[in-house]
């Protein structure tokens, strides 16, 4: 059911926030950092056009970069994670209310996790949220079982998902050790036997990249990730409150669900164990309004425990019904709440840009003012530059300063790269990165005068080029043309459109 054409829609395609539409664009970027593993190697270190990418653990990627390796590269194969994890995790919610309840509100509560929203998007990408779920879930399973943890089946199973879901999405894997903590179930010194279980299988990743690549470690996992997005004041997608965020997108991306959870909670408070899914609730929901960067895709792991909450604590029949009823949201897939199984791409130019990748032209290609959520990146191309309209000594400053690094440089700075690069190079190095590789990965023009330098400057670059913005392949003026998109292939010095 979540696999369901699932390999006719293009990477980066589709939307991660239904309500405010914005788009998925971190597909490309973890796509593109499997890929990269799977053909070059180096599976410790993750790296994205050519700088290290530590933003996140490399649990997704080793598994993407594996399932590509296996069945050769294609969305699918990269997705294979991904829609395993959320089957399982459906798997995993079937069997913890059949253990309270019965089969046929198993039944019921599985259907209504596969039916949300949140479900049905992100286990169809390549994206960390599935496989963090399913950890999650998996962990509190085991504690639900043995609230003690003292078999050993259990402790074990806590202990490794602990870990997976670390190794997965960073501090984000804490929480079933916090919810543990604070359910007070277990002997201290048993909760301190877990954390060193988990500690064991997560830490040593981390040990590496903080011995062999110190300085990019500290400034992008720790300084950037967890304090600048995590505690600080990142920049947001929406002036919302965070908690008005959060609750907003909960219910009107499934009213269903969270009505009959609602309804659920003063029975199931009542049944056996109930206080330990209600402690795993309040821990989830306490991670997201802690983490100060607000993303829809976190209340992903809290879809598993409404649907249980839901299953168990509802007659079945109600829920059975309720759960049947949600069959209407394949009827109204533009809806928030709705579902859809759509196929090709969301992304304009991305029939035009696969169909330039099958030219297998030998040169770069630098994308002018880009639409793509970083499409080009997972295409078979040499080299892939992005250069956007805005001045970069106005953007907002960041723990890993990609300026100083050259990774981000001005037109200024592009047009004399040659002069430029032996200083990035240098700064490179001092971050643990002996490569020229990420030097004007991003490329930042003020004005159209700036795009036409650039042009000028690169008589054997291909660009990718909006409307108004082509340079006369005389003057190099520039001048409106009438299609909305068109490549310049600059040794050529003809404007060309692909059909």
């Excluded at 602990?162 to 048993?190: D, M, Q």
């Excluded at 002036?239 to 609750?247: K, M």
């Excluded at 990609?402 to 981000?408: E, P, R, T, V």
Aim: aromatic share 10%; proline share 8%; hydrophobic share 50%.
């Amino acid at each position: 059911m979540l696999a369901c054409r699932a390999d006719r829609v293009g990477l980066a395609s589709g939307y991660l926030d239904p309500l405010t539409r914005i788009g998925a664009q971190d597909e490309a970027l973890y796509s593109h950092s499997a890929l990269r593993m799977a053909r070059q190697g180096d599976w410790l270190t993750p790296r994205f056009l050519g700088r290290y990418a530590l933003y996140k653990p490399p649990l997704l990627l080793w598994l993407a970069g594996a399932s590509v390796k296996i069945f050769g590269p294609s969305p699918l194969a990269l997705r294979l994670p991904s829609l395993l994890a959320g089957a399982l995790t459906g798997v995993l919610v079937f069997y913890w209310v059949s253990r309270w309840r019965s089969p046929l509100a198993a039944a019921a509560a599985l259907l209504l996790f596969l039916l949300n929203p949140l479900t049905h998007i992100l286990s169809r990408m390549c994206l960390t949220d599935a496989l963090l779920g399913l950890c999650l879930l998996g962990a509190m399973l085991c504690w639900w079982l043995d609230p003690r943890l003292e078999t050993r089946a259990c402790f074990w199973g806590f202990a490794l998902l602990t870990a997976a879901a670390i190794l997965t999405k960073s501090v984000a894997g804490l929480l079933p050790l916090a919810a543990v903590a604070a359910g007070r179930t277990t002997a201290p010194r048993r909760w301190i036997a877990l954390c060193l279980a988990a500690a064991a299988v997560a830490l040593p990743w981390h040990a590496y990249q903080l011995a062999v690549h110190p300085h990019w470690f500290w400034a992008e996992y720790v300084q950037s990730e967890l304090v600048w997005f995590g505690a600080g004041s990142p920049p947001q997608t929406s002036p919302e409150s965070h908690l008005g965020f959060y609750l907003k997108r909960l219910f009107l991306t499934d009213p269903a669900l969270c009505l009959l959870a609602l309804l659920a909670a003063p029975a199931a408070w009542r049944a056996r164990h109930s206080r330990l899914l209600f402690l795993w609730i309040a821990a989830i929901a306490a991670g997201i309004l802690a983490f100060r960067y607000r993303n829809i895709t976190y209340l992903l792991p809290l879809v598993p425990s409404l649907a249980i909450l839901a299953g168990c604590g509802l007659p079945p029949r109600v829920t059975a019904s309720a759960a049947l009823l949600c069959c209407l949201k394949l009827a109204f897939p533009q809806q928030p709440w709705g579902l859809s199984y759509p196929s090709g791409s969301t992304i304009p130019s991305a029939p035009l840009l696969e169909s330039y990748a099958g030219l297998r032209r030998p040169t770069e290609l630098i994308l002018i003012a880009p639409d793509e959520h970083l499409f080009s990146t997972v295409l078979p191309l040499p080299r892939v530059r992005y250069c956007f309209l805005g001045d970069l000594s106005q953007l907002p400053p960041q723990p890993l300063d990609f300026a100083h690094l050259g990774i981000a440089v001005s037109a200024e700075q592009f047009t004399q790269l040659e002069k430029w690069t032996p200083v990035f190079r240098d700064r490179l190095r001092a971050m643990d990165l002996d490569s020229a590789e990420p030097i004007a990965s991003t490329i930042f023009a003020r004005d159209s005068a700036d795009v036409a330098r650039i042009v000028r400057s690169r008589p054997s670059s291909d660009f990718f080029l909006p409307a108004g913005l082509i340079p006369d392949p005389e003057t190099h003026d520039l001048r409106r043309v009438s299609e909305e998109k068109v490549f310049l292939f600059a040794r050529m010095r003809v404007a060309q459109t692909l059909q």
